[in-house]
């Protein structure tokens, strides 16, 4: 069975650019979580969508925005790019809403110049 | 907000002792999770723990679950080189995980 999967796997922008990072679930899920993990900052989450909905979002500025379609597939934007905004971003999904446990993909790398 | 603490942040290892890696979560939680992370990959779930008292283990690791306490320990028996990488502990709380700082283990001979 795949597990998640994420695209692109590096990314370099320049500042004041806008990146979009996309995540496809493993086939089932239809929950997707984003996380950030910068240096020196850990893994923060930045946003959850479940059945097309933004159900939860971390202490992140709403330059950070995404969507999940509805094959469950989720996209990320960040707008404005700053060069703090340069991390590894994660996605996860999990079976639904509820306490179930989140499958991490790969990550997409983003590097603001 | 619920804060997680991981202590140590770096922990050099002797290939066969036996080493602890303690996560400390301030508020009432569903659930708790261990995962490792090796340079520049994804993170890898380890093990879940759902309950008071809840015991895991797989191979050389063991965690246990203190829900009273809110600590949680991941055991390491008899380190082998294998086990180098980055170890984060994750608290779910309203259907999101807050992360440890994580802890870089590094296994020397």
């Known amino acids: 069975e795949a597990g998640v999967t994420q695209s692109p796997t590096h990314l370099i922008k320049t500042r004041g650019q806008q990146a979009t990072l996309r995540c496809s679930p493993i086939s089932g899920h239809t929950s997707v979580y984003w996380y950030q993990q910068a240096l020196g900052l850990g893994l923060q989450f930045l946003l959850w969508?479940?059945?097309?909905?933004?159900?939860n979002r971390g202490n992140f500025p709403p330059r950070f925005s995404g969507r999940q379609f509805p094959n469950y597939s989720s996209e990320l934007n960040v707008n404005a790019l700053e060069l703090e905004d340069s991390a590894l971003y994660l996605c996860?999904?999990?079976?639904?809403?509820?306490?179930?446990?989140?499958?991490f993909g790969p990550g997409t790398r983003l590097l603001v110049l | 907000e619920l804060k997680v603490e991981q202590n140590p942040l770096f922990l050099s290892m002797q290939e066969g002792k036996n080493y602890t890696i303690y996560c400390n979560y301030s508020t009432t939680s569903d659930r708790l999770y261990w995962y490792r992370q090796d340079p520049g990959k994804s993170l890898e779930s380890l093990f879940v723990?759902?309950?008071?008292?809840a015991v895991k283990q797989e191979g050389r690791l063991m965690a246990s679950l203190d829900t009273k306490a809110r600590l949680s320990t991941l055991h390491i028996t008899a380190a082998v080189h294998d086990l180098s990488a980055t170890y984060f502990c994750a608290v779910e709380s309203d259907y999101k995980l807050s992360f440890g700082a994580g802890t870089t283990v590094t296994v020397r001979a």
């Open positions: 969508y479940d059945e097309g909905e933004e159900r």
């Open positions: 996860a999904s999990s079976l639904g809403q509820g306490l179930e446990t989140q499958y």
């Open positions: 723990l759902l309950s008071n008292g």
